[in-house]
Structures are given as C-alpha cells and as structure tokens.
C-alpha cells in the first residue's frame, strides 16, 4: 500500500479481531474449493496438470525467468517476456506442470531472491515475468497495442551522484564523498565565488521566536549551517518535546537559504551530540521535489579549516555551545573566503511495467469490461519508505502486496476458462504504486481500451492477513448499485464486511479510476505491525483468508460482467480519506488536491490529477490538467513548495492561486478549510 496514504487510512479504519458467528470455511493451502471445468486439478483445488508433478523451485523459476531461453520481444529484455519456451516443463509447452498454489506463488514473490520487489530492481522484472508467463500458461490474452502482456514506460526513480561534482572552499578543494557530499534532492547548479556567510542552525521560525538570519544578508552567498537545531542540556531539541521539529530538516534549511537568495546551502554536523562525523547516506529515491539551490554537506574538519581562514576566533564546537547555550543565533559574514561549486545530481529513470492480461467475454457485453487489479512492486530495500528497517534489509512484502497480486491472479486462471457470456475481464498488475499510483496513472492515461467502456474496477490491495473473518472494502458508493452486489456476496461469505468510505479517493489504485469516473471497490484485510517492515513475510500470511476474498470477489466480478451498467456516483467521494492535506504545529488545513505523481520531478509547478469532493480546491474550481504555479505570495514550483505553504496556512485563509489552463494563465480564490478525518 501506498505510504503516503498510510496515516489517512490510520484514523478511518476500526481494525477489529473478535470472530464472528459465521463458520469459516477451511481450504487445502488456502485455494478455493471451486473447480475450473476442463482442466485437472492440483493437490490444493486449482486448475492445473498432475498432481504428481512437482512445481519448479524458486531457483529453478528465476533461473527460467532470467534465462535468454524466451523467445520474442515483448518488454522485458533479458529474457523477461513472455514466450515460447519453456525448459522447465518436460513438454515444453509452460513454465509450471503443476499451477502454484497460493502459498507457493506468495512465497516466491515475497522470497529475498526479488529483493522486496522494489522499483527498478531486477527482482521487480523477475516478479513481471512471473506473473506474465502464469497469464500465459492459463490462457489470457494480451491486450491490443501492448508489448505482448506488459505496458511499458519510463518514470523517475530518483538520482545518484553523477560524474564532476566539484567544490572549492576558502580556495582548499575538496574532495567528492571525502570532505564533500551532495544531498539527493540537491539542484543541479554551479555558482563561483560567492561569498561564505555562517547562520546558525539555517533556521527562520516565528513560531520558536528564532531566526537566524536576523540581520544576515545572504543574497549571493552560500550558506554554511548546522545540521539539527537549538539544543538544551540534554542534547535534545528546544524546539520540540519529541524528536526534532520540521525547522531542522535538511529541505527546510534549504527552503529558508533559497528564498533570502542563497546561492548554495554547506551543512555540517555539529560536534555535540550526535556522535562521528559522517556524511547522511545518499537517498537513491526522493520525493516532495528538488532544493533551488546545490545543497552539500561538508565534514567538520572541512568547516572548522574554513573558519580558520575566515579569522572566526571560534571553531565550529564553540559556535554550537554558544547556540545552544543562550538560544540566541550566532550568525555572522565570513570574510575573505569564497566558495565556488559544481553540483550534480543525475536523474535516474528506469523501464517499469504493469502486467495486463484478459479473459474475452462473450456476447453482447464482450466489448465491455470489468478491470482487477493489485500491485505487485513493493518497496525493496528503500529505507526511505519503510516504517523501520536498517541499510539494506529486505521488504519482502507479503501481504503487500504479493498478496492482492496472488488473488488476481488466481482469479484469472478461472475466468480463464470461463464460457458464459458477459463482459470482458482485465487483470492487472500495477507498478510504481508504492511511489503515488504510477502505474495504474499510467495505465487510465493511455488504456488500451476505452474508459467508457470500464463498468468497474476491483482492486486488492494487502489481503493477505484476514482476521475475524473480517474483510475491509471501500468504493461502495461510487456505482448506485455497488453496495447490494457487496451484500449479496456478503451474504454466502464467511467473511464480514466493514465499509472503510463509500468514496473512490483513497490510498491505492483504484483511486486512479476513481479519478476518471469509473466505479470502484476496495479490498483491504486491515493494518498490522508488519506493515512496510522486514517483517512483512510469508510465513505471517493467512492463506484460508486469501482463498475466502478470491471467492468472494469473484461472485462480485461474476455479477459486474453481467449487470446493467452503472454511471459513477462522484458525491460518494465526500466520505473518502481526505489528501492533499498537512497536519503540523497543531493546525489542520486542507486545499484538496490530487497531485499528478507521475510529474514528480517536474519543477514548472503542481499538476493536478483531480480534487477530493467537497474540498476547497473543488469549490474554487481547480480540475485535472491544471497546473499549481503560485500559492498566494509564495511561488510552488513542486510539491514540496506546496506542502510549505500549507503548513504555514491555517483554516479559514483564503489565498490567490495561480494557475496555468489549456495554455495560458488565471487566477483563482480558495478559502482553505479545516482537514476532518
């Protein structure tokens, strides 16, 4: 699940786990008991060959999968297409003799050797393979005008140090990764002898009655600054009772220096404190946008040799006590000393996937179609996304989302071989949805089959730990008939349902098609300790739980591909999570965008996918296309720009914003309002 919707889902799920007075229903290795016609069944229920066939070891598939035995060239390169060969079977003729159980397909995809499926990693495209050649061997199709059953496209996925970063201070240069370090989210920008000022902590808080750059000019001059901010005795923060406040972050010192016309922003570690002096690890993947200006941390030693040239009577440990001791700034001019730099962040864009199959219909429907969905990247070992993990830990991401992704796909091996008529069923798996939805974006951006001919999308998202036979599902409102289709399936279910919204908005990709009016069901097993960790395996997995929501949504998806169309109910959308929002210093304000993830690296302003129902940004008239170019008297070039104006924004503001439309420019007033949960 997507981690910038975590905390919205928090508050508007009640998780609960007393059972309930139905009876479960038991299942060999967590498969449906129902029966595919045509085909023999496995050991656990599911279509497939002999039983007596053993499947191929996770070595063996990734050894397959990675080999350059697969013929064609449909997206994958190295071998990760789906194909012709298949070596592994004593026929040749698919990958698996025996289709996997749920357990086994969890397992491999939630197994170390995918590396946490993260995007742009090779066990990300071993996961794509894997769940093409499954679509292949139960008999889907591909859609028209993809790369056999992939969607490909670019998107950025961060940066890395790139060739000739260069640094001079006080006329020393430095050297890159020994003495200097640039940030990730740093600009890429040169600047030559500017002026060095030294200003604190880099801080400007009204709220903490403290500035740093009181009577500090700094316009033209790199910056040099501590990292953190104004400590007490105990080394702790003055500013905050809990950790440290958003004043010390690294992109909020970097905002302060660019908007007083900083030309670059030095940081160092202060001496006390916080242990060795080492440089920050480099971010590989960022969001929120890019600092204005080149952004470097420097060693101490580095510092404290500057001062000396500059004349300062103290060094850098002085300076910190001196801060910290009275709470008063310390800023000053250093004088004949310069800095000259050369600041490069190259931009990484790796080729990603969504996986898309189909099951044609049949009939007068067949031209018509029912979207299931999941997302099948997780967050790999991006510390950065995960609630807690050290360098290089693995997030194999079971339930999220191997989960979701195993129950599509044991839904499409039925539907496979399905005969009846009705509409067509597309299954998909989703990349990039742990970075903002930007694969199912994507996908709704350039469908290969038209949006008005979508009757509904199902999405699965972490269905993998049912607990009380409870099953959590949002969008029931947003087709007038939804909600009684639930019920009836409800009803011969073993699980519970509990409505999380009846709205379309919310924190996984059915908000996608939400956004384009298209009538959507969210299903989602509940929160756990697990979520966004290491911990997050298949062992911990409940896979009867599994085998009762693939049951369960395949008699909603049964009674979609038949039933008379339903048009999008956009008022159900009120009830949704709210986004778009900041909750900081106690205040608690909304403007109601739907930011445009797949413009993340975009600097031209906010581009807007959509506005939540009821919002603000809906009443001013904001829509989908437009782009956030200034926020009252503060220019947003990014989302970070944004999220700093908000913060700084109370309920009941109202604020001009400036936006560009079909190629020109307007302006429009918004009164913000109170974010309610």
Same mark, same amino acid.
């Given at each position: 699940m997507n981690r910038l919707f975590r905390a919205l889902l928090?508050?508007?799920?009640?998780?609960?786990?007393?059972?309930?007075?139905?009876?479960?229903?038991?299942?060999?290795?967590?498969?449906?008991?129902?029966?595919?016609?045509?085909?023999?069944?496995?050991?656990?229920?599911?279509?497939?060959?002999?039983?007596?066939?053993?499947?191929?070891?996770?070595?063996?598939?990734?050894?397959?999968?990675?080999?350059?035995?697969?013929?064609?060239?449909?997206?994958?390169?190295?071998?990760?297409?789906?194909?012709?060969?298949?070596p592994i079977s004593s026929d040749g003729s698919s990958l698996f003799q025996v289709p996997p159980t749920t357990r086994e397909t969890i397992e491999f995809l939630a197994s170390d050797e995918l590396e946490g499926r993260g995007v742009?990693?090779?066990?990300?495209?071993?996961?794509?393979?894997?769940?093409?050649?499954?679509?292949?061997?139960?008999?889907?199709?591909?859609?028209?005008?993809?790369?056999?059953?992939?969607?490909?496209?670019?998107?950025?996925?961060?940066?890395?140090?790139?060739?000739?970063?260069?640094?001079?201070?006080?006329?020393?240069?430095?050297?890159?990764?020994?003495?200097?370090?640039?940030?990730?989210?740093?600009?890429?920008?040169?600047?030559?002898?500017?002026?060095?000022?030294?200003?604190?902590y880099g801080i400007s808080s009204e709220k903490n009655a403290y500035d740093d750059y009181a009577n500090l000019d700094v316009k033209g001059k790199a910056v040099l600054v501590l990292r953190f901010e104004p400590h007490n005795s105990q080394g702790k923060s003055r500013f905050s009772e809990k950790g440290f406040s958003d004043d010390a972050t690294f992109k909020q010192k970097a905002r302060i220096a660019a908007e007083r016309g900083a030309a670059a922003l030095l940081v160092v570690n202060p001496p006390q404190y916080h242990g060795k002096d080492s440089f920050v690890p480099f971010a590989g993947m960022f969001s929120e946008g890019r600092a204005k200006i080149p952004v470097v941390q420097i060693t101490a030693d580095a510092a404290n040799a500057?001062?000396?040239?500059?004349?300062?009577?103290?060094?850098?440990?002085?300076?910190?006590?001196?801060?910290?001791?009275?709470?008063?700034?310390?800023?000053?001019?250093?004088?004949?000393?310069?800095?000259?730099?050369?600041?490069?962040?190259?931009?990484?864009?790796?080729?990603?996937?969504?996986?898309?199959?189909?099951?044609?219909?049949?009939?007068?429907?067949?031209?018509?179609?029912?979207?299931?969905?999941?997302?099948?990247?997780?967050?790999?070992?991006?510390?950065?996304?995960?609630?807690?993990?050290?360098?290089?830990?693995?997030?194999?991401?079971a339930d999220d989302n191997a989960s979701g992704t195993t129950a599509m796909l044991s839904l499409a091996r039925q539907y496979a071989q399905r005969r009846e008529p009705g509409r067509s069923i597309i299954f998909i798996a989703f990349t990039g949805e742990e970075w903002g939805l930007i694969g199912s974006e994507y996908f709704v951006d350039h469908p290969p089959v038209p949006l008005k001919q979508i009757e509904a999308m199902v999405n699965m998202d972490m269905v993998?730990?049912?607990?009380?036979?409870?099953?959590? #599902? =949002?969008?029931?409102?947003? &087709?007038? !008939?939804?909600?009684?289709?639930?019920?009836?399936? %409800?009803? +011969? $279910?073993?699980?519970t349902v509990k409505d999380i919204g009846k709205g379309g908005m919310g924190p996984s990709d059915h908000m996608s098609f939400a956004l384009k009016h298209i009538p959507v069901l969210f299903l989602f097993s509940g929160l756990h300790p697990d979520y966004h960790r290491p911990t997050d395996d298949a062992d911990k997995v409940n896979y009867d739980g599994i085998a009762d929501v693939v049951t369960f949504t395949k008699q909603i998806v049964d009674d979609l591909a038949k039933?008379?169309?339903?048009?999008?109910?956009?008022?159900?959308?009120?009830?949704?999570?709210? #986004? =778009?929002?900041?909750?900081? &210093?106690? !205040?608690?304000?909304?403007?109601?965008?739907?930011? %445009?993830? +797949? $413009?993340?690296?975009?600097?031209?302003?906010?581009?807007?996918?959509?506005?939540?129902?009821?919002?603000?940004?809906?009443?001013?008239?904001?829509?989908?296309?437009?782009?956030?170019?200034?926020?009252g008297d503060k220019k947003i070039d990014d989302l970070m720009d944004l999220t700093n104006a908000l913060r700084e924004s109370k309920p009941g503001d109202k604020v001009k914003l400036k936006v560009k439309r079909d190629g020109g420019n307007i302006e429009i007033n918004a009164t913000l309002a109170e974010r309610k949960d």
């Open positions: 928090i508050s508007s799920l009640w998780v609960a786990v007393a059972g309930c007075n139905r009876p479960a229903t038991t299942f060999q290795d967590g498969e449906p008991s129902a029966k595919p016609h045509s085909l023999k069944t496995t050991r656990d229920g599911s279509a497939g060959a002999s039983p007596s066939h053993a499947p191929p070891t996770t070595r063996e598939t990734i050894e397959y999968l990675a080999s350059n035995e697969l013929e064609g060239s449909n997206g994958g390169g190295n071998g990760l297409q789906y194909g012709t060969k298949a742009g990693s090779k066990g990300l495209d071993l996961a794509a393979g894997y769940i093409a050649r499954q679509f292949k061997d139960d008999g889907l199709r591909p859609l028209p005008g993809l790369e056999g059953f992939y969607q490909s496209f670019e998107m950025t996925i961060g940066g890395s140090i790139a060739p000739g970063n260069a640094l001079s201070l006080g006329g020393e240069t430095l050297q890159v990764e020994k003495s200097f370090k640039p940030l990730s989210f740093s600009a890429t920008m040169t600047f030559a002898d500017a002026p060095i000022a030294f200003a604190g500057l001062l000396k040239k500059a004349g300062v009577a103290e060094d850098l440990q002085s300076l910190q006590a001196k801060i910290d001791t009275t709470g008063k700034p310390a800023s000053m001019d250093m004088k004949d000393v310069k800095a000259s730099g050369d600041i490069r962040i190259a931009m990484n864009r790796a080729k990603v996937k969504n996986v898309v199959a189909m099951a044609p219909g049949r009939g007068p429907l067949k031209d018509e179609y029912v979207v299931i969905g999941a997302h099948y990247d997780h967050i790999g070992k991006n510390r950065m996304f995960s609630a807690g993990a050290k360098e290089g830990e693995i997030h194999n991401g993998g730990r049912v607990r009380g036979n409870l099953l959590f #599902i =949002g969008g029931m409102g947003t &087709g007038d !008939r939804l909600e009684s289709i639930v019920n009836a399936a %409800d009803a +011969t $279910s073993p699980l039933s008379p169309r339903m048009e999008y109910v956009s008022t159900a959308d009120k009830s949704s999570p709210r #986004i =778009g929002s900041t909750d900081s &210093g106690g !205040r608690r304000v909304t403007l109601g965008v739907v930011p %445009d993830y +797949t $413009s993340m690296d975009s600097t031209d302003g906010v581009h807007i996918n959509g506005t939540t129902p009821g919002s603000p940004a809906e009443a001013a008239g904001l829509k989908e296309g437009d782009v956030l170019t200034a926020f």
